[in-house]
Nanobody
Framework: QVQLVESGGGLEQAGGSLRLSCAASGSTFSNYRMGWFRQAPGKAREFVAAINQSGYSTYYADFVKGRFTISRDNAQNTAYLQMNSLKPEDTAIYYC?????????????????WGQGTQVTVSS
């Protein structure tokens, strides 16, 4: 089992930046593929970015390519999401998830562990 705790959300103006962190504990962090998802009010949880166990492969939703960067530090048991050029439509609760799968998937159902989420609000 792995426990996840997100931090770093907040209120930011359009064009600004935020860095989200996801701290893991309880299991070997490097065994898990990590993903960031988001959920806006009234909408389904959607894939944002993912990184494989080693950190060498990353994947992004089209709407964040060139603006967001996912990374991980296996020594610190932490995953990150650097968000630049924020837009009001990025407003959502952001969740990190951990998956033991060895292949990329955008399905939230493939991630067995979730944090509590962190609110990101972008004002225009």
């Amino acid at each position: 089992q792995v426990q996840l705790v997100e931090s770093g959300g907040g209120l930011e103006q359009a064009g600004g930046s935020l860095r989200l962190s996801c701290a893991a504990s309880g299991s070997t962090f490097s065994n898990y593929r990590m993903g960031w998802f988001r959920q806006a009010p009234g909408k389904a949880r959607e894939f944002v970015a993912a990184i494989n166990q080693s950190g060498y492969s990353t994947y992004y939703a089209d709407f964040v390519k060139g603006r967001f960067t996912i990374s991980r530090d296996n020594a610190q048991n932490t995953a990150y999401l650097q968000m630049n050029s924020l837009k009001p439509e990025d407003t959502a609760i952001y969740y990190c998830g951990a998956s033991s799968l060895r292949y990329h998937t955008v399905s939230p159902g493939s991630y067995g562990y979730w944090g509590q989420g962190t609110q990101v609000t972008v004002s225009s």
